[in-house]
């Protein structure tokens, strides 16, 4: 098992072809009651979308097998797993002796002499789909404590939405295939998603996510802080290969006088003009929303002819991948990327501030211009 967190710790446990995959959820306050309904959701945010997804289609149902009866949590360790239906294991014994590259194929081959990296094994995106079950847990109990998480597309390939977006626009892209801001994005995007896939190619992309409700201070310190803890988890992500706060690397090029967020009172709150940092100052939250973008890389499997090696002759070869994947990772991912965000901030509100919710606490607020 792979396990995450202090006080919510989740552990990741089977493989892309294995008759299940699931995780262990300890932590959960005893007595806490479960939406269901709120969980299917999120799956289905995660699930492919036709056209422009995997035709590897699962119906991801959530099994419970142990600590949750009646909807509510009644243990300190929740067991759910979800069946693994639709393999095709064929289709990917070939990556066992010819590594796909940008996959996990080569180091884990190399690694774990003897492994069969059938479906990506271990290395699946196909392993998200349980984080995705305990993040909408986790986000449920965020929001009983007014901590909403909503993420979107802010890119893929060429076609950028550069634009700023209020949390409820971003919570609306849940209404888009590609989980676009709006209807143009969507269709550009879609259209850039088929084209690459009619090339026999992939496409990469950002996420962007908004976190609002943190109030000042909310976070830990150095190696636990908040914005270390959410990079921990964003890079667990598979395929993403960067992530940003706030104005992230293009505050390089700014001068202090404009990237610092200045603060002032407004109606007795603590208020800043702008969000250059992202909502995180010294690893804690500065009372702003908590912003960060998360890139993808365009799908390593691909059925363009690539150069690869033949590890059973060591020698040079050409590979052209025939098996069921995503031509782009980041609609699906978007899912991805809110649960693992809330399962962040939930173990970091559970090893930080237990018990302190319910206290006064200040919110910044960016004054409306
Ligand atoms: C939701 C999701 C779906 C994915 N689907 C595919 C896929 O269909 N084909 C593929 O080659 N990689 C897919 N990936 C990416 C690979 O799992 C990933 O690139 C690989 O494990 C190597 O890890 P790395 O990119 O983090 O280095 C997916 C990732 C996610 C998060």
Redesign the pocket.
Same mark, same amino acid.
């Given at each position: 098992m792979y396990t995450t967190g202090d006080r919510l710790k989740v552990s990741l446990f089977g493989k892309s072809h294995a008759d299940r995959i699931g995780c262990v959820i300890e932590g959960l306050p005893l007595g806490m009651h479960i939406d269901i309904d709120d969980i299917k959701r999120s799956m289905d945010l995660?699930r492919p979308s036709d056209r422009i997804g995997?035709s590897?289609k699962e119906t991801d149902d959530v099994i419970f097998d142990s600590g949750i009866s009646d909807d509510v949590v009644t243990s300190r360790y929740v067991i759910l797993t979800i069946r693994n239906e639709n393999k095709d294991p064929t289709s990917y014994s070939e990556f066992n002796r010819k590594p796909?590259p !940008? %996959? &996990?194929d080569l180091p884990a081959l190399i690694r774990f002499k003897g492994m069969d990296i059938s479906g !990506?094994a271990q290395? /699946? !995106?196909?392993m998200?789909a349980p984080l995705v079950a305990a993040g909408a847990i986790a986000s449920q109990y965020l929001r009983a404590k007014g901590i909403g998480i909503a993420a979107y597309t802010k890119q893929i390939s060429d076609i950028k939405d550069e634009n700023e977006h209020t949390f409820d626009e971003i919570y609306a892209s849940r209404s888009f295939i590609t989980r676009s801001i709006s209807k143009e994005y969507d269709s550009m995007m879609t259209e850039r998603i088929l084209s690459a896939s009619e090339d026999g190619d992939s496409v990469g992309g950002v996420v962007g996510c908004m976190v609002n409700g943190l109030p000042i201070g909310f976070g830990g310190i150095w190696f636990d802080a908040l914005d270390v803890t959410i990079a921990k988890m964003m890079f667990s $992500?598979? !395929? *993403? =290969?960067g992530v940003e706060f706030g104005k992230g690397f293009s505050i390089a090029e700014m001068k202090g006088s404009e990237s610092n967020d200045q603060y002032h009172m407004m109606g007795g709150e603590v208020s800043a003009s702008s969000n250059n940092m992202g909502g995180v100052c010294g690893g804690m939250s500065d009372g702003m929303p908590l912003t960060f973008n998360v890139a993808? =890389?365009p799908?390593? /499997?691909i059925s363009k002819e690539q150069h690869t090696i033949d590890l059973h002759e060591m020698k040079d070869t050409a590979i052209s $991948?025939k098996g069921? %994947?995503?031509p782009c $990772?980041v609609p699906? &991912?978007v899912a *991805?990327v809110e649960a693992m965000t809330a399962i962040a901030i939930m173990d970091q509100y559970l090893s930080h501030h237990p018990g302190e919710w319910e206290h006064d606490h200040h919110h910044l607020s960016i004054p409306s211009s």
């Open positions: 995660r995997t590897r796909r !940008g %996959h &996990a !990506g290395f /699946s !995106g196909r998200t $992500i598979p !395929g *993403v =290969k993808f =890389k799908t390593p /499997s $991948i069921r %994947h995503d $990772i699906r &991912a *991805v």
